[in-house]
Structure formats: C-alpha cells, structure tokens
C-alpha cells in the first residue's frame, strides 16, 4: 500500500445516517481477521493467505498502522474496511501519465452484505477523498467476475477506462467521473 503523502491522519471520524468510518482500532482486530481470513470476502482478491488464528497473532495490537485505512463500523460492530491509498507509478493502468492517482477500495463482512451499507460506506470514502484532496482522479480494480463489487463501482460513478488481465483473471479499471 502507496502512502497517500501529506494528509490528516487518522482523520475525525466520518458519521453517516447508520455509520462510522475511523481508525482502525483494537477492538477491530477480531473483525479484521474475521474479514482477510474469510473465503469469500477474499475469493475475488487471491484467496485468504492466512488462517483466522495466524491473523489473530500477525495484526499488530494497535492496527492503526497506516494512513488511508478506514474502519467501518455499523451498529457498534465492525463491519469492514475501505483502503485509500496511491496507485503506485510502476503499476501498470493509469489515467495519468505520472500515475500515482488515488485508489479505492473496499472490503465487507458478508452478513453486512445486501442492506446498503458499502454503497453508504464508500460514498463517504469519497466525501473525505474529495475533502482532503481535491481535483485527484480517483480509480478502482476489480475483478470483471465479483459482480458484486463491479456493479458497485457503477453506482458510485465510476466508469471503464480499460480491462485487463491479472492475477489470471480479467481485471476492471475504473475513473470516477468528475462531479460524483
């Protein structure tokens, strides 16, 4: 993960109607293991590359470890987490020539899955993108076959830029379109 560069972190909490993006926080590492150890959250993104117990010893005691991490948290619980960082320039993919454009992604416990809540979720990501860096081309990668992530992506306004093939499977690249 690209560090974003200068920004607030951790930020002030964001409040939606029904939730609440923060740091990531102590409390959250059962939810963390829970969310990178699970089948199939992970399907889409290479598959869980630890067993929940090995999380449970590598997530540090303060996972707060890096800017752009947010921790979302619904009804009191963890529920998941949306990533905001660089696009780093040797990756292939970009929508400027330098590279380095903002990415975002997101990842959710399934029972959270259905009921609205990454759409509210990410929204709010982006909010806080628009916020604290303005004018950035925000993108997006995700698998052509998570459906679900993909038509996601759609809702929000991001749009194709290009596919492509990675990790051996057909990968989708999306811009959000300026003034979503």
Request: charged share 30%.
């Amino acid at each position: 993960m690209k560090p974003l560069g200068d920004v607030p972190w951790p930020p002030d909490p964001i409040v939606t109607d029904r939730l609440i993006l923060r740091e990531t926080r102590t409390q959250d590492r059962p939810g963390l293991a829970e969310l990178l150890s699970d089948e199939t959250v992970q399907a889409y993104l290479g598959g869980p590359q630890h067993t929940r117990e090995e999380l449970e010893e590598l997530i540090p005691q303060d996972p707060n470890t890096r800017p752009g991490i947010f921790a979302v948290e619904h009804a009191g619980e963890f529920v998941g987490r949306i990533t905001v960082q660089r696009r780093d320039r040797a990756w292939a993919h970009h929508v400027r020539e330098e590279g380095d454009e903002v990415e975002i992604g997101y990842e959710f416990l399934p029972t959270s899955w259905g009921h609205g809540i990454a759409t509210e979720a990410t929204r709010a990501a982006l909010g806080w993108i628009e916020e604290t860096l303005p004018g950035e081309p925000v993108v997006l990668t995700t698998q052509v076959a998570n459906v679900r992530s993909l038509r996601l992506a759609q809702k929000l306004g991001f749009v194709e830029v290009e596919r492509f093939t990675e990790f051996g499977a057909e990968q989708w690249f999306g811009l959000l379109e300026e003034g979503r």
